[in-house]
Each structure stands twice: as C-alpha cells, then as structure tokens.
C-alpha cells in the first residue's frame, strides 16, 4: 500500500502483517468522503499552478538570476512536488472514494501501483536530501564564503541536484520489484507494498533515521547561521552590510522553506513510527490531518517564493497571459539599463 496511506486503514486487532485475517473496518460517511475529495482536489490545482509557474520561471530567465544553487535546489523541489501532486493525491482521491480500494486490475494496475509508490517515496526523499542541501549551502555562504563559490557553478549543482535524485530512486528502487496488488476475498483489491516485502521494517527504519538526521543537521546549521547573523548587525561597512542584508533574506526563505517542510511532514512520520511498528496511535482523524499535510506540502513553496523572492515576483510578471508583449519586453531593457542601488543589487 502506498506509504503515506499505510496507516491510513485501521485493521481489526487481529490483522496480522502477514496478511491473515483482515477485514476492513471503520468506513467513512458520504459527508465526510466529499469534505476530503474537496480539501484533495484545492490542493492538486494549487500544486500544479505553482510549482508549474516556479519551473517556468526558472526557464524564463532569460539574465540567469535564477540558475544559482539555491534557486536551482528550489526548482528541483518544485519538480519532485508535481511528480507527487500528479501521481499521489489522485490516488488518494480514488482511495476516499473507493474506502481505500485499488481500482486499476491487472498489469497495467498492478504497473500503476509500482509507480505511485515508487514517485511518492522518491519525491519524499529528494525533498528531504534538498533541504539538507539548502541548509548547508547557506551554512557555507555564511561561514566560509569562498568554499561556497564551488557550488555556484550551474555545472556543479546540476551534478549535485542528480546525485540526490539518482541516491532516492536506488534505495527506494525494491518498491518496483515488491509493490503489487493484493486480492482479499469478501473485501476488494488493494495495492500493498510492505505486504510483498520482507525487508520493509528495516528499509523503513532506515530512512526513517535518515530523516532525523537530517532534521537535526539542519536545526545545528541553522542555529550557528543566525547566531553568526545576528553578530553581523554589528558591522558598518556598507558593502559587508549589504552582504549580510542578502544573506539574511535567502536564509529567512530556506529557513522558512525548511520549517515549512517539517512541520507538513512530523505529524505523518510520528503517526506513521507509532501506528506501523506498535500498532497505537491510529485515531482516524488525525491520519487524515497528518496525510493530508504531506499532500498539502507540495502546494505552498510556490508562496514562499513569491513572499521573500523578488527575481519570482518579476518572473511571475513576465509569465501572467495579461502582462503584454511590449510590457514584458521593457521590463526586461529597463532591468539592464538601470543602474540599481546596493541594496537592490543584493536583493534576492
């Protein structure tokens, strides 16, 4: 079963992972169902939308102020999150309105459902391993600017970007051999993946202690980072106090960035810890909360860029259909001709 709707079933207390013995209970009301589909459905447009517009804004950039390591980390998450909207939360949606069941049959389903969850824990983990990512290149930019420069090559970072995606899709590359489609007779069809797979228990605690590593990577980075700004304040310089005006920005839009990521994904991972591996913890509600909160993540990035980005917010000008031809074309000659101020030089 897909992983973020593992533990979205509550078993009878006689289910065991084998498979034996499990008969589906607790199905939700007509109500209910359309409250979901809704809340699933706002989520999907938006997702798309914006993550849509964050990948053509990077390839509208026509003067390259988006092709640094940052903004490329950001695209890359942008990508991961249309891979998840377009290929989980329909999925999701059939599942609330078929209580949970698989409604593709043979190969081609039994093909689907290798896929879904294959796309789900890939772009989970990209995600995750980008976030690690951002939060050290802000480490460095701060802290030792001149080995930061190493990753301000477009050369580099795409190196670095595909290392992440070529690292998720092997580890999570058994989800394609065991995921497969389950018959329970007097139930319906379900597509199961810990089912199938002998090693689930430890593949997924990997991972698991991947996340939290990263989690508290992230949390000592980003305390020696805002101490370090903070200290900054100090300095008179006006070209030392514009770098540490810049630095501090893009570090507000990852930190925010990163906040955003986990507090979308730690009710899921808690849930998920305790449901799976002690069977506790399954209240119906907050699965639904802590579900939809993942799906819910891959929307709101696009904001975050718009708020603290002005390079999104010119770029989201050129990409509207109602800002004209000749408006975009003097944005773009006004934006070589004028001469900017330090601080609209820095500006992110």
Not at 184 to 194: A, D, F, I, M, T
Not at 204 to 214: E, N, S
Not at 263 to 290: E, H, M
Not at 314 to 324: V, Y
């Amino acid at each position: 079963m897909s992983n973020l709707t593992s533990f979205s079933i509550v078993y009878e207390a006689s289910l065991q992972y084998n498979g034996t013995n499990s008969t589906l209970v607790l199905k939700d009301s007509k109500t209910a169902k359309g409250f979901k589909v809704v809340a699933y459905v706002a989520v999907l447009i938006v997702a798309i939308t914006g993550n849509l517009f964050v990948v053509s804004a990077m390839k509208t950039d026509c003067r390259g102020k988006l092709r640094k390591f940052t903004y490329l980390v950001i695209t890359s998450i942008a990508i991961s999150d249309l891979l998840m909207a377009a290929m989980s939360i329909p999925e999701r949606i059939t599942r609330v309105l078929a209580e949970d069941q698989w409604l593709v049959a043979g190969t081609g389903g039994e093909i689907l459902c290798k896929a879904v969850n294959f796309v789900e824990k890939v772009s989970i983990t990209v995600s995750a391993l980008h976030v690690m990512a951002l939060a050290l290149r802000r480490f460095l930019a701060v802290f030792k600017p001149p080995a930061s420069l190493t990753w301000k090559s477009y050369r580099n970072s795409i190196l670095v970007i595909s290392l992440m995606w070529l690292f998720s899709a092997l580890y999570w590359s058994p989800v394609l051999y065991y995921g497969g489609l389950l018959v329970v007779p007097g139930s319906g069809l379900y597509c199961k993946v810990r089912y199938f797979y002998p090693q689930w228990r430890t593949s997924y605690l990997v991972f698991l202690i991947l996340l939290l590593g990263i989690l508290v990577l992230v949390l000592v980075l980003y305390s020696a980072i805002w101490f370090k700004l903070l200290c900054s304040k100090t300095l008179r310089e006006q070209q030392v106090g514009m770098a540490s005006l810049v630095r501090r920005k893009t570090t507000t839009m990852v930190a925010v960035l990163v906040a955003t990521f986990y507090a979308c994904f730690l009710p899921y991972w808690i849930g998920w810890i305790l449901c799976s591996y002690q069977q506790v913890f399954c209240n119906k509600i907050f699965t639904f909360i802590s579900i939809y909160l993942t799906h819910a993540s891959v929307a709101v990035n696009p904001f975050i860029c718009l708020t603290f980005s002005r390079h999104y917010r010119q770029a989201l000008g050129e990409i509207l259909p109602f800002s004209t031809r000749e408006r975009r074309a003097k944005t773009r000659a006004h934006g070589k001709a004028k001469v900017r101020s330090p601080r609209e030089r820095y500006a992110i």
